[in-house]
């Protein structure tokens, strides 16, 4: 058989399984939408539908890793039926999320992985808006950045689970690729100053330090905005990712820019709705301590004598009062576990005040 004619018969098979794989995903929706009609019922008898299930989500996701054979990684094909599931989802009732903007930010890129392409992104000025704009019913979920692996926590985010009565219902990571992006009218031997968001910046001092280390660094509100003040500028630069790159057509005078080549930040989905077990989860926690000798001690001794896995502490100024101070904590399990629990009521004898955050499905992708 020749070449031409063996590449004529797999095109031929080829598209006999699209055809296939055209009828099962409008299987798929059509099932969706018959969900939404029953959600729909349970509407009409007063009862408050849940459209969006993140524990069912990862759990999809999950089992079909585990199903896998290749030759596709498991991280393609999961990203591949993300995509099915939110245009699903998208028929039975479209998600709004809120994100920090503009079009264009690593925030953004997070919450269409973890959410999809299908649902309605919407971009908010600051941190703090995402709180209020959720708090308020607007959207039904926000993403916000919490930590940065080379820069570490990010107090606004912090500062605002403080302020705002939230549920952590998710998170997701990012790999963070930082490129230094110009403009079609910029003059790339007069750059004289470089925009991108303090945390960026910080991520790349010292590629800049080698690079550039007498051009001024500007801090602004987003990587995107960067991007957007530097199309209109002859001698400027911006360190962005590739969703503003793309999306102000700007050009890679340098790629992957990042101090640290593991370069990840870990997003967090906030929301008004509790999330149910699926076996590989985390907790997150805020507790205020009385200002003792031994504190630290007495908050982390349950953790340790239940054998619950700490996977991060982060420590802010209270609102309480001077020189007192709450602690963030993330940990492995379920705030329904019996274990988690009796850590949970240990720590609330001895803390002044005890939030749980939420419990939720650890990151799948």
Known sequence: ????????????????????????????????QTVAQVKQKSLAEGESPVFYRPER???????????????????????LFREIMSACLALEQPLKVAYLGPEGTFTQAAAL????????????????E????????????????????TEGAINHTLDSFLEHDMVICGEVELRIHHHLLVG???????ISRVYSHAQSLAQCRKWLDAHYPNVERVAVASNADAAKRVKS????AAIAGDMAAELYGLTRLAEKIEDRPDNSTRFLIIGNQAVPPTGDDKTSIIVSMRNKPGALHHL????????IDLTRIETRP????KWTYAFFIDFLGHQSDPLIKDVLEKINDESVALKVLGSYPKAVL
């Open 57 to 79: 989500e990862a759990w999809v996701l999950k089992h079909i890793m585990e199903l896998n054979r290749g030759p596709l990684d498991n991280e393609e094909v999961a990203r």
């Open 184 to 190: 079609e009218n910029t003059k790339t031997d007069k």
């Open 318 to 321: 209270s609102r309480s009062g």
């Open 1 to 32: 058989m020749s070449d031409e004619v063996q590449l004529k018969a797999l095109r031929t098979r080829i598209d006999s399984i699209d055809e296939k794989l055209l009828d099962l995903i409008s299987e798929r929706a059509r099932c969706a």
């Open 233 to 236: 500028e002859w001698n400027s």
């Open 130 to 149: 995402i709180f209020r704009e959720v708090a308020a019913g607007a959207v039904q979920f926000g993403v916000v950045p919490v930590e940065n692996s």
């Open 113 to 128: 992985k973890h959410f999809g392409h299908s649902v309605v992104s919407v971009p908010m000025a600051a941190i703090d």
């Open 300 to 307: 982390l001794q349950p953790f340790h004598g239940n054998g």
